[in-house]
């Protein structure tokens, strides 16, 4: 390009000046550059620069304007980024008329920094057409940056009913003073939002919720977001509403301890996060649940655990809530413990002092920890424990029973108590058969039993009666002496001192001998003839029960005392009678 020749400086006046304008985003914008010249010397050439932001503006181009087009004009332009030079001259001297010299146009970049960009007109020069320069002078252009629209999104992009989704709409640059009004719709209008959204001035985004309405099939939604005349839109689908469908628990009959699967089901498959779904128990110390449950997203179902009270004795049902997005479920689950179903015992004849075996049986396995049946008895000739233990996982449990001595067949009924159930079953409790065998007579301890015998029971004539043995019937009782020094009267049972007495009968007497348990034991009866009458008697042992005679002793010679020894068992009474001379006497009898 030839640069403009100045000669002599003028006081002419050439002035050229840039026009403003406004432009969104990505649109040209044309800025005029205007010549304003004294008529009397109007310039035949000129020359300028103007400058430019390049993060405003991507490119620039200057084009011949209204009146810079004339024979043999020509107008020549350099462009680098930021800087345009130009040079408007001719090989004639004609003058270039005021007004529109030529054009600058400027393509906005996607993002410009600025809202407000000066463009700069500098360096102008003017020459008339004898080549003087004329002075000039230069005024600078604004080009206002419209915001327009910068995207347009939602997330999730897929909802259901009451669900929203958070939208964003951005522009750029920033929103003026005053601040970007974004208009909005959708299509078809199944969802709820505002018709607008206002980007505050300064700021190059805003969001808004769009909330899903009913809808009976996936419904595909159009947004739309308008400002200065252009559209952006974004696609997503309305879902029908989700809700709770079913509640469902298996096993819904449980035993104490056992647990259960239940079971939400949701219409559709639950949105973006999952479902969050609050359970709920009628009873929660009969069965339990967890607060809530979650079915994942995109899933239709989930499981939770239910679990059954191990302390739970009695039937009991319990209504189990499920509840999700104003739709609740209810279902009943029952909780019944183990039943007691039967009681037996085996063998159900025992005689005293034997024992048998009792059996407790559940209609099912006990639960965890077990469970424990009351046990009584109508007759404390049966013994057994107040209760027995069915354990965990087992459907029964035995005990034992222990007959105690008894006179006569006795039966016993034995009952199992579990909750409100009970069961019984009879036991027939016999008297143990009496023994008897003979051991020894003993005729060197004479009255000093203390130390001897007596251990489990004694009882003298005229004195005491203790033990095992009880009250001496059809005698009466003679006393020879209260107190002696005598070594074969007998010891008294209390105190110090001998005592000389003995029960007598004229025929005969009994004395009744009946331990509490079913051991054998030893029996000393003392036969005293203090007088020395040359008495005679006989001594049998019966069974208490059924009078059978076991064993029979005759007794004579005794005026120096002798005791008769046996070794017994069970309930036997003592015959003493008399069989020559005066009367029969027993002076003491004594247990071990």
């Not at 999104?153 to 951005?170: D, F, G, H, R």
């Not at 348990?517 to 029960?545: F, K, M, P």
Request: with cysteine; net charge neutral; aromatic share 4%.
């Amino acid at each position: 390009m030839v640069g403009l020749a100045f000669g002599q400086v003028c006081f002419a006046q050439v002035t050229l000046s840039l026009s403003s304008g406004s432009s969104t985003t990505g649109s040209l914008v044309a800025l005029p550059v205007n010549l304003s010249a004294i008529a009397t010397d109007p310039p035949a050439s000129l020359q300028w620069t103007i400058n430019y932001s390049t993060q405003d503006f991507a490119a620039a181009s200057v084009s011949a304007g209204s009146t810079g087009v004339y024979p043999n004009k020509t107008l020549e332009c350099t462009n680098s980024p930021g800087v345009a030079t130009c040079l408007l001259w001719g090989t004639n001297a004609s003058p270039i008329s005021n007004g529109v010299v030529a054009t600058l146009s400027l393509t906005p970049v996607a993002a410009p920094v600025d809202a407000s960009a000066q463009v700069q007109l500098v360096a102008s020069v003017a020459a008339d057409g004898t080549g003087k320069s004329l002075s000039s002078s230069s005024t600078n252009g604004v080009v206002t940056l419209q915001p327009s629209l910068n995207g347009f999104t939602c997330t999730p992009n897929s909802l259901a009913p009451p669900a929203s989704a958070t939208c964003n709409v951005a522009i750029t640059p920033a929103a003026p003073s005053g601040g970007a009004t974004i208009a909005l719709s959708a299509s078809p209008a199944v969802i709820g939002m505002p018709s607008s959204v206002t980007i505050a001035a300064s700021s190059m985004s805003a969001t808004f919720s769009a909330t899903a309405n009913a809808v009976s099939a996936a419904t595909p939604v159009t947004l739309s977001a308008t400002y200065g005349g252009a559209t952006e839109t974004f696609g997503l689908t309305i879902q029908p509403a989700v809700v709770l469908s079913n509640l469902a628990v298996s096993p819904s009959n449980l035993t104490p301890g056992q647990s259960g699967l239940g079971t939400v089901t949701l219409s559709a498959p639950a949105p973006a996060g999952g479902a969050l779904v609050s359970l709920s128990s009628s009873n929660s110390g009969v069965v339990s649940v967890a607060a809530s449950v979650t079915v994942s997203q995109g899933s239709t179902s989930a499981t939770f655990a239910v679990m059954a009270s191990s302390g739970t004795t009695n039937p009991s049902s319990v209504t189990l809530m499920a509840s999700y997005s104003g739709v609740s479920k209810t279902v009943a689950v029952t909780v019944t413990p183990p039943a007691l179903t039967g009681l037996a015992i085996s063998p159900n004849t025992i005689v005293s002092g034997r024992s048998a075996t009792g059996t407790v049986t559940l209609n099912e396995a006990a639960p965890s920890g077990g469970l424990v049946v009351a046990l009584s008895t109508s007759n404390a000739s049966a013994s057994l424990p107040s209760t027995v233990s069915v354990p965990a996982g087992a459907s029964s449990a035995t005990f034992a029973i222990l007959a105690k001595p008894v006179n006569t067949s006795t039966p016993v009924t034995v009952t199992a108590s579990l909750a409100a159930v009970s069961e019984t079953a009879t036991l027939t409790i016999s008297p143990l058969p009496a023994t008897a065998s003979w051991l020894k007579f003993d005729t060197s301890t004479q009255g000093n039993w203390k130390s001897k015998y007596g251990s489990s029971g004694d009882t003298i004539a005229g004195d005491s009666t203790g033990g095992l043995i009880k009250p001496v019937s059809q005698a009466s009782v003679t006393t020879w002496k209260s107190s002696t020094s005598d070594v074969r009267a007998l010891q008294k049972g209390s105190g110090s001192g001998r005592l000389a007495a003995a029960w007598d009968s004229s025929a005969a007497f009994l004395i009744d001998i009946n331990p509490p348990d079913t051991l054998v034991h030893q029996i000393a009866v003392y036969c005293l003839d203090w007088t020395s009458a040359g008495r005679v008697e006989s001594i049998s042992v019966l069974d208490g029960n059924t009078s059978q005679v076991l064993d029979t002793r005759s007794v004579t010679n005794f005026s120096n005392g002798t005791y008769v020894l046996w070794s017994v068992s069970g309930h036997v009474k003592l015959q003493i009678k008399r069989t020559a001379t005066r009367n029969a006497v027993v002076s003491g009898v004594f247990v071990d």
